[in-house]
């Protein structure tokens, strides 16, 4: 496994990050496909043994569940809290991003995990009814009273995280190291403005579903995996641009048949040459962790990102709103 620096905080993650929505509770209204504690605990204990030392849950996945899943699996591991990098979320939750609802959420955050402080602590969206002071001084106050060491944003307009920004500058306080927004080989919408202030900023980047949820990892559209055949939100994200997206895919299984690799290698390997410091890889299988592992040490040529890039047409806009 290789490392990196989120931002300027001194953090070292992994380059590829354990995305935690596929522990926890299933549930009619979340997600049927989750993973019970059991494997939950397994699917860890295989990261950390590839040397994966960065999990990204939030306050709502699976009702709470996925991060009391993710504190447990690491209290029955024996693992050393200083030795993995813990990311959480909020705002899908009663009042947003408002004072009283941050300050309410990191400490049930902090009890489902069974620890004391995040080492990162994001905001799931932009926050359209709160002021932008209020959300940064609130932050701002958890990395003050050491219950969280850096934060994130996630999944916004461009302009937005600019705001945001030049909000906490302007009053000292601290800003933004990272952003998880949505970004793959099928979906590069934010390549147009986000990413370029991210740059502009330092910020590394932390995409969600690198690899479209599965759908850059095998060669039809859909698979027989469970979550391929209940998740609503899924079909939402990616069915409207599925002519052109299969064309792209199949690109990824040529390249991957000429290296001899998963799928999964090619498409991550797009996100390390774009510079992306770690991908979060959803975790519902030992083997998707193992494939994803392999791109780490995998490169692509330029002729080769482009050959990927060059069949995207403009999509519409997902996850910002």
């Known amino acids: 496994?290789?490392?990196?620096?989120?931002?300027?905080?001194?953090?070292?993650?992994?380059?590829?990050?354990?995305?935690?929505?596929?522990?926890?509770?299933?549930?009619?209204?979340?997600?049927?496909?989750?993973?019970?504690?059991?494997?939950?605990?397994?699917v860890v204990k295989a990261a950390l043994d590839l040397g994966i030392n960065f999990f990204d849950t939030a306050n709502t996945y699976s009702h709470g569940t996925s991060e009391e899943y993710l504190g447990h699996a690491f209290r029955?591991?024996?693992v050393k809290r200083e030795d993995v990098v813990i990311a959480s979320k909020v705002y899908f939750n009663e009042g947003k991003l408002k004072r009283e609802a941050i300050l309410r959420e990191i400490e049930g955050t902090l009890q489902r995990l069974g620890t004391d402080y995040l080492d990162?602590?994001?905001?799931?969206?932009?926050?359209?009814?709160?002021?932008?002071?209020?959300?940064?001084?609130?932050?701002?106050?958890?990395?003050?009273?050491?219950?969280?060491?850096?934060?994130?944003?996630?999944?916004?307009y461009g302009y937005q995280f600019h705001n945001l920004q030049i909000t906490a500058e302007k009053h000292g306080w601290t800003k933004f190291s990272t952003m998880q927004d949505h970004y793959n080989l099928l979906y590069r919408e934010d390549e147009r403005e986000l990413i370029p202030v991210c740059k502009q900023y330092g910020v590394s980047l932390i995409p969600y579903s690198p690899l479209a949820g599965g759908h850059l990892t095998h060669k039809e559209w859909?698979?027989?995996?469970?979550?391929?055949?209940?998740?609503?939100?899924?079909?939402?994200?990616?069915d409207q641009a599925q002519?052109?997206?299969?064309?792209?895919?199949?690109?990824?299984?040529?390249?991957?048949?000429?290296?001899g690799v998963p799928m999964a290698v090619i498409a991550l390997a797009w996100h390390f040459a774009k510079g992306v410091a770690s991908p979060i890889v959803?975790?519902?299988?030992?083997?998707?962790?193992?494939?994803?592992?392999?791109?780490v040490d995998f490169s692509l040529t330029e002729e080769e990102v482009t050959y990927l890039e060059e069949l995207y047409e403009p999509h519409r806009i997902v996850g910002a709103r």
Request: glycine share 6%.
């Open 120 to 156: 990162l602590y994001q905001i799931h969206r932009y926050d359209y009814d709160t002021p932008d002071e209020e959300v940064m001084e609130t932050l701002d106050q958890l990395v003050k009273a050491g219950k969280v060491r850096a934060i994130g944003a996630s999944a916004m």
């Open 222 to 238: 859909l698979s027989d995996s469970k979550r391929s055949a209940t998740d609503t939100n899924l079909r939402a994200k990616y």
């Open 76 to 78: 029955e591991l024996g």
């Open 243 to 259: 002519e052109n997206d299969m064309k792209i895919i199949a690109r990824v299984s040529e390249l991957a048949e000429k290296h």
């Open 282 to 295: 959803g975790a519902g299988k030992v083997k998707y962790l193992e494939d994803a592992a392999k791109a």
């Open 1 to 42: 496994m290789k490392y990196t620096e989120l931002g300027n905080t001194g953090i070292k993650v992994s380059r590829i990050c354990v995305g935690c929505m596929s522990f926890g509770e299933a549930s009619e209204d979340f997600h049927l496909w989750t993973l019970p504690q059991k494997e939950t605990t397994e």
